[in-house]
């Protein structure tokens, strides 16, 4: 699965990583994905899978190995 | 005197050509510790009411902040205060940078311009003294060329230079203030003010160390090194020092909250050409302000095939780069760059030249404007090169740029035509790179910030959604306990807000800047607390901050109230409440009575009429204001 961790999110990264590939095993909710990577459900803003927004916390939203997702912070100005 | 303040103000007198430094004592600094207070306190004090903004009977006051200097990560902010030539109304606008330390180093915590002289000038400040010197040969030359020439002319290598540029020079009402070429007192025109007094530069050099200041230096010092540590040990601050603002691009636009060909969309289809991974290949480093940790300052310096960018000035940071990029639908990072780059070398603030040009833009495509009324450009949506010749044209007050340097209030009371509805400005100041309509506590800044439509009066919405969110645990002990939906306006919202904004405050009167303390980073309340008993030996309360904090911002609008401004000025523009025309917030709005109810119930909580958005008498009486400041013969601006 290919993974972009934006802004802060980066920080929970493997490395501090904000773009990898995560290997997961078959196919789980995105929530689930989350967890296994180290990312708080709570400080994910907008989630996109393969372009589309869904909810973080939307059980019938799976992701497979095909999948991309990625994450945005909420984001208070600068 | 060891509360962390110098206890003097430097008054300059321009007409007479004289100096004078004053002294405070601790009960005073107690309640204008520095910063926005000490600041508006002054210039409510000083400026007589209905004074022409650009006229000598205006006041500019540089005011440090109560830590600023401190070796604290991020303590390093000033405020420039005066009324607005843009606005007419309070004009604010703080910068880091090392500017303001040096001020503090130099024994003095505000210095005060009045008047006006008869020729130009340059200040010199040096450990407690100042002199007013010849700066003929300075006007007209180039930000670089002055720093160094004043540089060799004092013999110091380091002395911290404050200044303006030609747009300050030529009166441009949105010119700003620079300090070490790379920091930038941007809103509300306070360059044009200062180039109003003739005055080209101050510089600063001080030998004192913050610490001498300090009631327990070696508390304060400890408190330093500990948060120097933890700057990368927190995502808000990891992701500042990794990526700084530029990083800011893509959320948003994910969000629907991109500004976009003048804030009529929400999210750039183009979005690839402006944001963090384009912004990347032209990135050269990063840098910082005086003894922070954060580093967030973005430096670019790139040779490309149109355009070329060095390394003297800041940025792009986000606030040029959608403001120039998506907002006026260019998509070329190359070009953002040097359009920032012009603004920062001619003195304009980025945020009123992008959004007046977009606003010039949106006129071209109703037919409002053509190439004769500005000069022969083609100020089309998506015409970079245009964009580029409209920005010298503006610092110049030529050709097109007669008419851009109005900002956009004046263009549009002067094209007519129904542009004012989109005419993207509060109290005449350009809205900020921020959507209110996906965040509506913003735009309940935008409409009652007394300076007009600035993103740093409080912290927007989105940290308040989630309460398992780093953000809003950071918010906690400032007493928020109820999450609220980004778009909601309820009661919940509004309590949000009012404490919000009294905590944004309290961190300009203390000097930190919006990327410190918590909830928009990774210094702690209980931190600041600290900090500020450690500096001044005061038995200071997270209650007592936020008053400080609320004090000020009604200085602010005690000087607003003085010159004419009522609750019918708090309003934002009709754009914001019609539906936004793309991205994933297509349809979303603002209800206009929803939001008129908002602004109510805030006034309410803040002890403000709700009819005409004055302070009461009980409130001015409960902050400890009650006369301050009286006058009368209020014009508006």
């Known amino acids: ?78 | 005197m060891a509360f962390g303040t110098n206890g003097t103000i430097l008054r300059v007198d321009l007409t007479q050509g004289t100096t004078a430094v004053e002294t405070f004592d601790e009960a005073f600094y107690r309640r204008y510790p520095g910063g926005k207070a000490l600041a508006a306190y002054e210039l409510l004090r000083e400026m007589p009411a209905g004074a022409d903004p650009l006229g000598p009977d205006n006041v500019l006051v540089l005011a440090v902040g109560l830590l600023t200097g401190a070796p604290l990560s991020t303590a390093t902010r000033f405020n420039a205060i005066a009324r607005s030539p843009l606005t007419g109304a309070f004009g604010e606008s703080e910068a880091g940078g090392y500017w303001g330390p040096e001020l503090k180093m130099a024994g003095i915590d505000a210095i005060v311009l009045t008047g006006r002289s008869p020729h130009p000038v340059w200040i010199w400040v040096k450990d407690g003294k100042a002199e007013i010197r010849d700066a003929t040969a300075l006007w007209g030359q180039d930000p670089p060329f002055v720093q160094a020439a004043i540089r060799e002319e004092v013999g110091e290598k380091l002395a911290r230079v404050l200044q303006i540029g030609r747009a300050g020079e030529n009166l441009v009402p949105y010119a700003m203030l620079m300090n070490e070429l790379r920091h930038y007192n941007g809103r509300t025109g306070m360059g044009a003010v200062m180039g109003s007094k003739n005055v080209r530069a101050i510089a600063v050099k001080g030998s004192h160390r913050y610490l001498e200041l300090a009631h327990d230096a070696q508390a304060l010092g400890d408190i330093g090194k500990r948060l120097s540590k933890t700057v990368t040990e927190h995502p808000q601050s990891w992701d500042l020092r990794t990526k700084g603002t530029p990083g800011l691009t893509d959320g948003l636009n994910a969000a629907g909250i991109l500004p976009t060909r003048n804030f009529r969309q929400g999210s750039f289809e183009q979005v690839e050409g402006i944001g963090w991974t384009a912004f990347e290949a032209i990135r050269s480093g990063t840098r910082s302000c005086y003894a922070c940790a954060v580093r967030c300052k973005p430096e670019t310096a790139f040779v490309g095939q149109r355009y070329s960018v060095t390394d003297t000035y800041d940025g792009p940071e986000y606030e040029a780069i959608a403001g120039f990029g998506s907002n006026c639908a260019i998509f070329d990072i190359e070009l953002v760059a040097r359009a920032n780059e012009l603004c920062n070398e001619l003195g304009l603030d980025v945020i009123s030249t992008a959004g007046t040009v977009a606003f010039a833009m949106e006129c071209v495509e109703h037919g409002l404007l053509g190439s004769a009324d500005l000069g022969g450009l083609d100020l089309r949506f998506g015409n970079g090169e245009a964009l580029l010749e409209a920005i010298v044209q503006i610092a110049d007050r030529r050709d097109a740029g007669e008419l851009l340097a109005l900002g956009s209030r004046r263009m549009a009371e002067r094209i007519g035509g129904g542009s004012a509805a989109f005419a993207m400005q509060v109290k005449g100041l350009e809205l900020a790179m921020h959507e209110p309509r996906g965040k509506v506590g913003v735009g309940l800044g935008y409409a009652t910030n007394e300076a007009g439509a600035d993103h740093l009066v409080g912290f927007h919405d989105p940290i308040f959604v989630n309460p398992e969110s780093v953000g809003f645990k950071g918010a906690v002990p400032l007493g928020i306990t109820e999450p609220s939906p980004a778009r909601d306006l309820g009661a919940t919202k509004v309590g949000i807000w009012y404490t919000s904004e009294r905590w944004n405050s309290a961190e300009k009167v203390l000097g930190l800047c919006f990327f410190g303390p918590a909830p928009r980073s990774f210094i702690q309340v209980a931190d600041v607390v600290d900090a500020v008993r450690a500096a001044t030996g005061w038995d200071v309360t997270v209650a007592e901050l936020l008053e400080i904090g609320e004090r000020a911002v009604n200085l602010a609008r005690m000087f607003n109230v003085r010159e004419g401004f009522n609750r019918s000025d708090d309003r934002l523009p009709d754009r914001l409440h019609a539906p936004l025309e793309g991205g994933p917030l297509t349809g979303v709005s603002i209800d206009r009575d929803t939001f008129e109810g908002a602004i109510s119930a805030l006034y309410t909580l803040k002890g403000w009429d709700p009819a005409t958005g004055a302070p009461t008498p009980e409130c001015l009486e409960r902050l400890g204001l009650a006369g301050v400041g009286a006058g009368s013969g209020a014009t508006r601006g």
């Open chain 1, 1 to 78: 699965m290919k993974v972009h961790l934006w802004g802060e999110l980066g920080f929970y990264g493997p490395g501090k990583r904000s773009t990898f590939e995560f290997p997961i095993d078959n196919e789980m909710p995105v929530a689930e994905a989350l967890r296994r990577i180290g990312v708080p459900a709570p400080d994910v803003a907008v989630l996109g899978v393969n372009g589309v927004a869904e909810r973080v916390d939307d059980p019938a939203v799976i992701v497979t190995n095909r999948d991309r997702i990625d994450c945005y912070p909420p984001t208070s100005g600068g």
